[in-house]
């Protein structure tokens, strides 16, 4: 869960200026919400059980996760009001998430 | 006999040195891991462990008597660089694809149940709020 710890505090600043973090993942529902709680993050997660929208977006790691289950690729996407993308990172090696200062900075400068 | 003493002194304390590194990075790199440099840079604890073969292969070079600290600190520091090199350079490498986002375009509509169980589309947040969608591999 580093990539959401990392994202948590300084992201809170975004949140607070009425930006909506969506954080989507194929875990169940109670698990997710039991993460943000324990966080103490007001994430809306969101369940993607089958992984049909993380491949739809072309961020499927094929056989990344234990037993060699398909898992998301870490992408972190700023979304403006009008929906449009406007800063987007994608990891190569799934120990590295973008740098909260720099999701920040994109989310200013909307 | 001045420089076999001098020599073996400097072999343990290298074979310390190399094993306070070793054992430093790990902990360094796990206590630190929330800290974005830290975290995004994983590629220096296999620099701290490089180093820390290296100085034990000197310690080795220079042991005289007592072998064994030496040897020991290089098995000890070339097994974690060999683990943690596969570690960074294999098995957490994620394979590049297209993506279909493109700045200044719509990403693909979805929606998805919420912990609630409510469905929640992107496509409700436009023209209300700007969004971070987090895409994260899980709780495992």
């Not at chain 1, 993942?25 to 109670?30: A, K, R, T």
């Not at chain 1, 929208?53 to 398909?70: C, Q």
Request: net charge positive; proline share 7%; aromatic share 8%.
């Amino acid at each position: 869960m580093a990539e959401l710890q990392g994202l948590g505090a300084e992201l809170s600043e975004a949140e607070r200026a009425g930006v909506e973090i969506v954080a989507i993942s194929p875990d169940p529902n109670e698990r997710s919400q039991k993460v943000a709680e324990g966080l103490r993050l007001g994430y809306r997660f969101l369940a993607d059980r089958d992984l049909a929208v993380t491949r739809r977006y072309g961020l499927v790691h094929p056989g990344g996760g234990p037993d060699g289950r398909d898992v998301p690729r870490p992408a972190t996407v700023v979304l403006d009001r009008d929906g449009v993308v406007r800063w987007f990172s994608v990891s190569r090696n799934y120990q590295v998430r973008p740098d909260p200062a720099d999701v920040l900075r994109a989310v200013r400068a909307l | 006999m001045t420089t076999d003493f001098g020599a073996k002194g400097s072999s343990g304390w290298l074979a310390a040195l190399s094993v306070g590194l070793a054992i430093g990075a790990v902990g360094a790199y796990a206590l630190l891991l929330r800290v974005a440099i830290v975290r995004n840079h994983p590629e220096g604890y296999v620099v701290a462990f490089a180093l820390a073969t290296a100085l034990a292969a000197l310690a080795v070079v220079r042991a005289r008597a007592r072998r064994w600290p030496a040897w020991l600190a290089l098995g000890l520091s070339s097994l974690l660089l060999v683990a943690g090199a596969w570690f960074n350079f294999v098995v957490a490498r994620v394979p590049e694809a297209p993506t279909a986002l493109r700045v200044g375009e719509r990403p693909p509509d979805f929606t998805l149940p919420d912990a609630a169980g409510r469905p929640v589309s992107l496509a409700d947040y436009r023209g209300e709020k700007p969004v971070v969608l987090v895409f994260y591999r899980g709780y495992w």
